[in-house]
């Protein structure tokens, strides 16, 4: 989904928000996605974060109004989605990838020629 607006958040988290979602990143970790918030917004024209996060959108014609309380966005630690539908063993796998790709992103942060030996 392409993103449609962009906000700096302090000095060390970005929000996207997208068709659908509005996903928090963690600037100090790597752009580490912290949280994926789905929402009913489409066509974000502007966002703005204070106390709240506020969207203008245009969509059917007009324009609407949408929010979000930070106090909902969780900036601690990776996100991971979560699905009653999958099972406890799907995600453990989840997150035994989510560990590699992590331990990899390291590793080639440190060797700037990794990627061309990976």
């Given at each position: 989904m392409p993103i449609s607006s962009v906000v700096f958040y302090k000095k060390?988290?970005?929000?996207?928000?997208?068709?659908?979602?509005?996903?928090?990143w963690d600037l100090s970790s790597d752009f580490q996605l912290v949280?994926?918030?789905?929402?009913?917004?489409?066509?974000?024209?502007?966002?703005?974060?204070?106390?709240?996060?506020?969207?203008?959108?245009?969509?059917?014609?007009?324009l609407t109004y949408h929010q979000c309380f930070l106090s909902d966005v969780n900036f601690k630690g990776a996100y991971i989605f979560s699905n009653p539908s999958i099972s406890c063993e799907k995600l453990e796998k989840v997150e035994e990838i989510i560990t590699k790709n992590n331990k990899i992103q390291r590793r080639n942060s440190n060797n700037p020629m990794a990627h061309i030996t990976n």
């Open positions: 060390d988290h970005l929000f996207t928000a997208g068709t659908d979602n509005l996903k928090v949280d994926n918030i789905e929402t009913s917004s489409k066509g974000i024209l502007h966002m703005v974060i204070d106390d709240k996060i506020q969207q203008i959108a245009f969509s059917g014609g007009g």
